[in-house]
């Protein structure tokens, strides 16, 4: 087997390819090249705003509350345009935040927020951070709710896996998008609606100028119409889904997670004879702590197990 070493943005660039590919298989080989440097150059645009939007330029300026904002409850968003904003766009709102997020986001996050707080001069438990793969953390989102707080969750971090016991798990729904699909997390909802929760849906919005990023109208997941369970779920789910939809039509380019969404299969479709093939080439590399192969003449991701 050959395998050649690619550099580390040869890499990049190969995955987000490969996964854009899945979704829009149409596009010719022009448009996802300038397709993917245009997300490149998404990226740096973003990462001029976090430096020139800190908390107190934010606290200064305090910009205009969005339609349908609630104090508490949990709010749905996702990893689209300049997403690190949205957490200072709330505090500067005076909302007391709550951000469920995974432990390697807490400690790379964590000292950042409490300087920004402090230059801003405001209370440092305005914010704290709720780590999402904590046995108790249900029970630290229903005490944020209670205390009045927001509790802020990106939906789409991380949603894709190459095993299929990830898409046969009973809190995964399966999300046509595209030509192809992914899996969003349900427990939360369920947990949510069991309790009576806020939950509502938003994201960063670029405005009618095309120069600035603004919280986009906070949509309530719930049908108040309604009092059955299964039905507001569905309405939920629904909600979810277009509010995606709306999100990627407005700049589908501006969704962060293309390079970052692992690529599965479908449950029935058969192993690729790429695996066993004289001369194919993999490529190996590896991503957030796990290893894959990546095989060039099927474009498949493969996951790299090791028996212990």
């Known amino acids: 087997m050959n395998i050649p070493n690619p550099t580390k943005s040869a890499l990049h660039r190969l995955m987000w390819i490969t996964n854009v590919k899945q979704f829009f298989p149409d596009k010719s080989p022009e448009e996802y090249w300038d397709s993917y440097q245009q997300w490149n150059r998404n990226r740096t645009d973003y990462a001029a705003l976090y430096r020139y939007f800190d908390l107190l330029r934010l606290r200064s300026e305090r910009p205009d509350s969005p339609a349908g904002l609630f104090q508490n409850g949990i709010l749905i968003s996702f990893h689209y345009g300049p997403y690190r904003l949205l957490p200072r766009y709330l505090i500067a709102l005076g909302i007391r935040l709550s951000i469920l997020a995974s432990a390697d986001v807490i400690a790379r996050e964590r000292d950042w927020y409490v300087n920004e707080l402090q230059k801003a001069n405001i209370p440092t438990d305005t914010l704290e951070f709720l780590d999402a793969g904590a046995a108790m953390v249900f029970r630290k989102i229903i005490q944020a709710n209670a205390s009045g707080r ?22 995964k729904i399966k999300i046509p998008f595209g030509a192809h699909h992914f ?5 939360l909802l369920k947990f949510a609606l069991r309790l009576g929760i806020n939950v509502g849906v938003g994201y960063l919005k670029m405005d009618a100028n095309g120069q600035n ?16 369970d299964k039905w507001k779920a569905v309405h939920a789910l629904e909600t979810l889904q277009c509010t995606f939809q709306q999100m990627i039509r407005q700049d589908w380019r501006a969704w962060e997670n293309w390079a970052y969404i692992h690529v599965y299969n ?14 194919s080439w993999f490529v190996p590399f590896s991503i957030r702590d796990k290893g894959y192969l990546y095989d060039i003449e099927s474009r498949q991701f493969f996951e790299v197990l090791s028996k212990k």
Not at 154 to 169: H, M, R, V
Not at 183 to 187: A, D
Not at 267 to 279: I, T, V
Request: charged letters at 25%; hydrophobic letters at 35%; glycine letters at 4%.
């Open 213 to 228: 990023w603004q919280i986009d109208r906070i949509t309530s997941l719930w049908d108040s119409r309604t009092t059955d």
């Open 266 to 279: 479908d449950d029935e479709q058969p192993a690729p004879a790429a695996l066993s093939a004289k001369g």
């Open 150 to 171: 927001l509790v802020l969750v990106y939906l789409d971090a991380n949603e894709g896996q190459l095993n299929a016991q990830y898409a046969q798990s009973v809190d």
């Open 183 to 187: 899996y969003w997390r349900s427990n």
